[in-house]
């Protein structure tokens, strides 16, 4: 798919430079560029959530469960 990129001069230049060192064209160094920030930045969907309980002393049941006896306790004060 072809793809339409504004970008500063100096970085033109500077892309260019790289290129010729790499021996790759413009189209190829933008493509490893956005797959290498993928490959770094992307999370893969929903599963930055997957293992965040893996460090707590709590489970995540135990932790819902003490959280709604604090609403419970609240319920009881404000009757």
Excluded: N
């Excluded at 892309?15 to 956005?34: F, P």
């Amino acid at each position: 798919m072809r793809t339409i990129i504004d970008l500063p001069p100096e970085q033109v230049d500077s892309l260019d430079a790289w290129c010729r060192q790499e021996g790759v064209s413009r189209a190829e160094a933008v493509r490893r560029a956005v797959a290498e920030h993928l490959r770094k930045h992307h999370t893969g969907g929903g599963t930055r959530a997957f293992g965040i309980w893996r460090d707590l002393a709590e489970d995540g049941l135990a932790y819902q469960e003490r959280l709604r006896s604090e609403w419970d306790e609240r319920e009881r004060g404000w009757s």
